[in-house]
């Protein structure tokens, strides 16, 4: 149980373009979603918390207008990188969570490598 | 802000050798404490977690210590196996009841040497 997956694993766009990133929960609803970037060698760095039918927060220093996140839902959320360019290019990870048998625990996918050329 | 500092940053051990990883919290309202395992090019697979009413629990060969007067927590991993090596965060958060956002440590890399 507690499957989250994303789609798609891996996407090379052409800088100026949009990319969107799925993330599902599997086998639960998920009452919040967490999408994160990871640099390599680095920890991951939160983005923003969604939703269900809310608007997503965004950390400090995190470009909504860049990064638009749509979680309409209970069972998905998407990420759109808007305009992308090569410093977008990351490892980016959803989270979800709000399993009955533990409301704390995020589940993570298997990620999204995002290459910008 | 909440911050996590997670040691030692690599960490190599022989195979059948034990690991152990230290985190500390600065947050003293956090409850919810959680271990995860990264391989290369994959997402963050929860291995084991730990809340504040708990000062111990252990899953087979893993097990996790809370010390919440010390603020810190660590990951022990006995027996290893080489596919045990990979990257391991520990995190912390204050719970659902808050934003259940994690704050994640550094991460420390791990390799078990056949």
């Known amino acids: 149980g507690a499957v989250v997956s994303q789609h798609p694993s891996w996407v090379i766009c052409k800088s100026g373009t949009s990319v969107k990133i799925e993330c599902r929960s599997l086998d639960f609803q998920a009452t919040t979603m967490f999408w994160y970037r990871q640099f390599p060698k680095q920890s991951l760095m939160l983005m923003a918390t969604?939703?269900?039918?809310?608007?997503?927060?965004?950390e400090q220093g995190v470009e909504k207008d860049k990064f638009l996140i749509n979680h309409a839902s209970l069972t998905l959320s998407t990420l759109t990188v808007t305009s992308a360019h090569p410093e977008d290019s990351s490892f980016y990870i959803c989270s979800a969570m709000g399993t009955p048998q533990a409301a704390d625990t995020q589940y993570f996918g298997p990620g999204t490598r995002l290459t910008v050329l | 802000g909440e911050n996590v500092e997670q040691h030692p940053s690599t960490l190599s051990v022989q195979e059948g050798d034990s690991a152990v990883i230290k985190c500390t919290y600065s947050d003293s309202a956090s409850n919810y404490f959680p271990w995860y395992k990264q391989e290369l090019g994959k997402g963050p697979q929860l291995i084991i977690d730990?809340?504040?009413?708990?000062g111990e629990k252990k899953d087979q060969r893993i097990a996790v210590t809370l010390n919440k007067t010390a603020k810190h927590f660590s990951l022990h991993i006995t027996e290893t196996q080489p596919e045990d090596s990979a990257v391991y965060f520990c995190a912390a958060s204050k719970g659902s009841s808050n934003t259940g956002k994690l704050i994640f440590g550094q991460g420390t890399t791990l390799q078990v040497k056949p």
């Open positions: 730990i809340r504040s009413n708990v």
């Open positions: 969604s939703n269900e039918g809310s608007k997503a927060t965004y």
